[in-house]
């Protein structure tokens, strides 16, 4: 359901597919209760329906878990065990959208979120970055968006504990998305 103050000038109705030539999902989680670290998923696929009516656009998202890539292919190997994403039992992370609220570029969208088999609602607040046609003529949009997630609310809650205190990981992990999508023609 979209509550919408305004709608976008630019809104265009039809069917969005991802471009991941340039688009991102990231996430940072607290480490050492010093610092963050930041991870991303190298697969992942989004489709954008915008209709008639905004209050039934729909976005579903999927998520190779096994793609993903802090850059440390030991903490990498860890975070597709059971410790942390399960990734041999849960292959992906998945999103479905149940409601919008449009404010011009300002956006939030609330969905189920699905990790490690526990579905949960999350709310996404964003913005869109704009339309526009590319250089070869395809109309392409682009947005981004966040949410914080609990990660033992997903039954993610491998830790260890510090000598000087505190643990080796944080409780929220924060999502980032940077999403570019073309129009389908």
Not at 22 to 27: K, L, N, P, T, V
Not at 59 to 70: G, P, R, Y
Not at 101 to 130: A, H, I, M, S
């Amino acid at each position: 359901m979209t509550t919408s103050t305004s709608i976008h000038p630019s809104y265009i109705v039809g069917t969005w597919t991802l471009d991941p030539a340039h688009s991102e999902i990231a996430f940072t989680v607290k480490h050492l209760a010093i610092s963050k670290v930041r991870g991303t998923f190298e697969k992942f696929d989004v489709t954008i329906v915008t209709a008639e009516n905004p209050d039934e656009n729909s976005i579903v998202a999927t998520i190779d878990v096994a793609s993903v890539n802090t850059r440390q292919k030991d903490r990498d190997n860890h975070l597709r065990t059971s410790d942390f994403f399960l990734a041999e039992e849960h292959p992906q992370i998945t999103f479905t959208s149940t409601k919008f609220d449009v404010n011009g570029d300002d956006f939030t969208v609330v969905g189920d979120l699905t990790l490690r088999g526990v579905t949960k609602p999350v709310t996404l607040t964003g913005e869109l970055g704009g339309i526009t046609t590319d250089p070869y003529g395809q109309t392409k949009a682009g947005a981004t968006a966040s949410t914080k997630i609990n990660r033992h609310d997903y039954g993610v809650s491998w830790n260890q504990a510090l000598e000087a205190g505190g643990f080796t990981l944080g409780d929220i992990v924060t999502i980032e998305l940077n999403i570019e999508v073309a129009l389908q023609k």
